[in-house]
């Protein structure tokens, strides 16, 4: 993991700075009350129909393969049309009276959206990036050709009007791509900027096939003028740390505000082996740092605790604080009393396996994760109930609180059967408003445990918590300034994430910065 020397952290100038903010942290912490956010109980949620009006996908949809929000008001929901039961769609909503219906071009199996959040997504601006495979057509490849082709989708929210959001390619399996001379042979995930830039993986390979398909991470349409390569396989990280030309990006997340970059990859053999790790990339400056490596320890909350594998990964991100970067990353790791799993928010642990969150306790491994810009998470992690027995079932936890679990009763005979691994959270409102959305099975009160008898819905869930902080000493944004804002600081200033004060450079003038804000409070 890239972070301070050793040498900086024992400094004087830095352990003198840090005795000054535990004691003040101290002083201050016990004057303040606790916040008041979510609590222990299960949440009721409202169904996507509800929400978003009769306009919305349940009046055709057969069945739903995923959600994900844009952060505010809109949402992007794949599935299945009632009279097309194999073939993926994907509908986007504004709100009852602005829904729009992105329809397969082809009505085959094959065409695929795949899943939300990773062959789709939607922008915080509305537009839609989708890898798909569509039929060869005579515009696009040399005559003759036949079969279907991996291709690059953007979809732009219509302007005035309409009732659907025509797409554009900008990137067809064998064809050119621009300013690499080279052609495109396979598109796998994408992600999306708030303003509509598309971040994907691709693979291009010349005619001879010298390339031996070179993998990529691009953000933006590749052109001579646009576009920037974030990674590409044998690329050099340091003298000898390479992305493996053998396997590709496997994971991809992208900050709120579209600044920084996350990418789960496989770094190629040094003297320690071939080994995932995790890479942050930050456009205004283009470095590129391994922030989590298999192998390497974790930071605070599990002393002598190892990486062993990494699962979903995501990446919040202020604006309005330099390009301030926190990553998440939930995964397996090797710790002093064996195989745990863990959630860990810029290297320190903020849930693991064992815990116990109001009446349940995590047990297995995570399974889908989002984060919004200010750092409110949703994870989805299987829980055993208070008897500890029976098998974990995945419960849907926000910021620590178990709001939605397999198995919860939403009406008489109305059960959730079962949450599918597909979760998103929206931004937190001036009112405090967070919406969480998850992808279940319904089912009676005489199968809810049978989820492939039951109705798929996405469930939204309407948390009320404190308003959205813009004041930079409550760095962790829970509506006050405490102890804890230190310590995420300074965890975060540990592994180069900050640039408080906005000089390009993350040093110790930053965390001098940092607690003088934090001492003039709100």
């Known amino acids: 993991m890239t972070a301070r020397s050793t040498d900086v952290q024992r400094s004087p100038r830095f352990l003198g700075l840090l005795a000054v903010a535990v004691h003040a942290s101290t002083a201050l912490a016990q004057q303040l009350p606790e ?51 194999t073939v993926n769609n994907l509908w986007v909503s504004n709100g009852p009276a602005s829904s729009f219906l992105i329809q397969a071009p082809v009505n085959d199996s094959r065409f695929l959206p795949r899943t939300i959040g990773t062959q789709a997504d939607i922008s915080s601006q509305g537009s839609v990036v989708q890898s798909s495979l569509i039929p060869r057509i005579p515009e696009l490849w040399d005559s003759g050709a036949t079969g279907f082709a991996d ?7 219509p302007a005035s009007g309409g009732t659907s959001m025509p797409g554009v390619p900008i990137g067809v399996d064998s064809t050119l791509a621009e300013s690499l001379d ?39 349409r590749l052109t001579p003028t646009s576009g920037q390569r974030i990674l590409q396989s044998g690329e050099l990280l340091s003298s000898s740390v390479a992305v493996s030309l053998h396997a590709p ?22 003297n320690r082996g071939a080994r995932d790790a995790v890479v942050h990339w930050m456009e205004s400056s283009g ?30 991100e202020d604006d ?28 320190s642990v903020l849930l693991k396996d064992g815990d116990a969150l109001c009446n349940d306790t995590l047990n297995g491994q995570p399974l889908a994760l989002d984060v919004n810009r200010a750092g409110d998470y949703a994870v989805l992690w299987p829980t055993t109930p208070p008897s500890g027995t029976g098998r974990p079932l995945p419960t849907l ?32 409102g001036q009112d405090g408003v967070v919406l969480c959305y998850a992808h279940a099975v319904l089912g009676n009160e005489s199968n809810w445990e049978m989820a492939e008898f039951g109705d798929d819905a996405i469930l939204v869930y309407v948390l009320e918590m404190n308003a959205s902080s813009t004041c930079r000493a ?21 592994n180069e994430l900050v640039d408080f004060n906005c000089d390009g450079h993350s040093d110790i003038t930053d965390l001098q910065k940092y607690l003088d804000e934090w001492q003039i409070g709100c």
């Open 249 to 270: 990006v496997r994971k991809i997340a992208v900050a709120p505000t579209g600044g920084s970059v996350l990418a789960h990859v496989r770094l190629e053999p040094d």
């Open 151 to 157: 291709t690059l989708w953007v979809h732009e929210w």
């Open 397 to 428: 936890i926000v910021n620590g609180f178990p709001i939605g679990r397999t198995g919860q009763q939403l009406s008489e005979h109305t059960y959730v059967s079962f949450i599918h691994p597909h979760v998103s959270i929206s931004e937190r």
């Open 320 to 347: 309005w604080e330099c390009g301030l970067s926190s990553w998440y990353v939930a995964g397996g790791v090797n710790s002093r009393r064996g195989d745990d799993w863990v959630l860990a928010r810029n290297g």
């Open 35 to 85: 916040p008041t956010t979510l609590k222990c109980g299960d949440y009721t949620p409202i169904s996507l129909e509800e929400l978003y009006g009769t306009g919305g996908p349940g009046n055709s949809f057969d069945r739903y393969r995923g959600v994900r929000s844009n952060g505010h008001s809109s949402v992007l929901v794949c599935g299945a049309l009632s009279d097309s039961p």
């Open 474 to 494: 409550d760095f962790n944004r829970d509506g006050l300034v405490t102890s804890a804002d230190i310590e995420s600081f300074v965890g975060a200033w540990i």
């Open 182 to 220: 080279a052609f495109w042979s396979a598109f796998g995930l994408v992600s999306v900027s708030p303003a509509g830039e598309p971040v994907y993986t691709a693979s291009v390979s010349d005619e001879l096939g010298d390339l031996s398909n070179l993998d990529l991470l691009i953000k933006g």
């Open 287 to 316: 470095t590129k740092s391994v922030i989590a490596e298999q192998g390497e320890l974790l930071g605070d909350g599990m002393p002598g605790a190892r990486w062993r594998e990494f699962g979903p990964i995501a990446i919040s």
